[in-house]
């Protein structure tokens, strides 16, 4: 069983940047692909980022490219979002996702992912 526990959300002005961190429990952390996924009010969930179990390989949803980072430290069990110069459209509910499958590829569809957070609300004003 793996818990992950989302933080660093809040309300900030647009250009402004947050950090969301996501902490997992488990030893087998270092094996999953992880994903960050947002869902707005009357939206479905989408993919935002990704990135692979040593941090090899990163993948982006179109929309973030350039403004947002995804890493990781195995050591710590911890994924992070670095998301620089937000906009009101980034507003959402923000959630962290594990793909248990061991040493696998990054996902962007929300069905692969078996564990997930409680998400953290991020919301950019205008």
């Known amino acids: 069983q793996v818990q992950l526990v989302e933080s660093g959300g809040g309300l900030v002005q647009a250009g402004d940047s947050l950090r969301l961190s996501c902490a997992a429990s488990?030893?087998?952390?270092?094996?999953?692909?992880m994903g960050w996924f947002r869902q707005a009010p009357g939206k479905e969930r989408e993919f935002v980022a990704g990135?692979?179990?040593?941090?090899?390989?990163?993948n982006y949803a179109d929309s973030v490219k350039g403004r947002f980072t995804i890493s990781r430290d195995n050591a710590k069990n911890t994924v992070w979002l670095q998301m620089n110069n937000l906009k009101p459209e980034d507003t959402a509910v923000y959630y962290c996702?594990?793909?248990?499958?061991?040493?696998?590829?990054?996902?962007?569809?929300?069905?692969?992912?078996?564990?997930w957070g409680q998400g953290t609300q991020v919301t950019v004003s205008s």
């Open positions: 996702a594990a793909d248990s499958a061991p040493y696998g590829r990054v996902a962007v569809t929300t069905s692969v992912y078996n564990y």
């Open positions: 488990g030893r087998t952390f270092r094996t999953y692909a």
């Open positions: 990135i692979v179990w040593n941090g090899g390989s990163t």
